[in-house]
């Protein structure tokens, strides 16, 4: 499984921005994806969740609201598009992927087997 992360930038505050998620290397049945991020000096952190099959989601609490996920199963992509940026949200954006993680374990890097490369999202206050 190849994840490809797109779509990061420097945006300033309270501005949007829409990162995408190609997938490739097989068939997504069952699988979950999610993006997590990672601002200097901190641990990674669960953003949002979503299944390959009938899109449900999860998001951190924090961020429930300005934050969505969604997939493109004919483009095999997932997308996190986010509103309301704030200078906190500065971090490098990861995708994940998972055949095998469960729901209560879901929030967990430790949980995905796949990632991406990485998108560095900047706000500007």
């Known amino acids: 499984v190849q994840l490809q992360a797109s779509g990061g930038g420097l945006v300033q505050a309270g501005g949007s921005l829409r990162l995408s998620c190609g997938a490739s290397?097989?068939?997504?049945?069952?699988?979950?994806f999610a993006w997590f991020r990672q601002a200097p000096g901190k641990e990674r952190e669960f953003v949002a969740v979503i299944r390959w099959n009938g899109g449900i989601t999860n998001y951190a609490d924090s961020l429930k609201g300005r934050f969505t996920i969604t997939r493109d199963i004919t483009k095999n992509s997932v997308y996190l598009q986010m509103n309301s940026l704030e200078p906190e949200d500065t971090a490098v954006y990861y995708c994940?992927?998972?055949?095998?993680?469960?729901?209560?374990?879901?929030?967990?890097?430790?949980?995905?087997?796949?990632w991406g490369q990485g998108t560095l999202v900047t706000v500007s206050s």
């Open positions: 290397g097989r068939t997504f049945t069952g699988y979950k």
């Open positions: 994940a992927a998972s055949a095998r993680t469960i729901q209560s374990q879901q929030r967990l890097p430790s949980s995905y087997e796949h």
